[in-house]
C-alpha cells in the first residue's frame, strides 16, 4: 500500500477534526466543573472589586 498526497491529506484532515473536538470537550468539562465555580467567580469580579483602578 503505498501513501500518497490525498491519503496523507485526508487523513491530517480527519486526526485534526477529532483532535479539535476532543480538546473541546476537554474545555468545556473544565469550565464547567463545579469545583472550578468559585475560582472563576473570583477571577470574574477581581478587576471590579479594584477601587484604586488599572491606572496604579
Do not use: C, Q, T
Not at 476532543?22 to 479594584?50: C, G, K, Q, T
Amino acid at each position: 500500500m503505498e501513501i500518497d498526497h490525498g491519503m496523507l491529506v485526508a487523513f491530517a484532515k480527519s486526526f485534526g477534526l477529532f483532535y479539535l473536538i476532543a480538546f473541546s470537550v476537554a474545555v468545556l468539562v473544565y469550565a464547567f466543573r463545579p469545583s472550578n465555580r468559585s475560582r472563576f467567580e473570583r477571577a470574574a469580579h477581581s478587576i471590579l472589586d479594584d477601587e484604586a483602578g488599572p491606572w496604579r
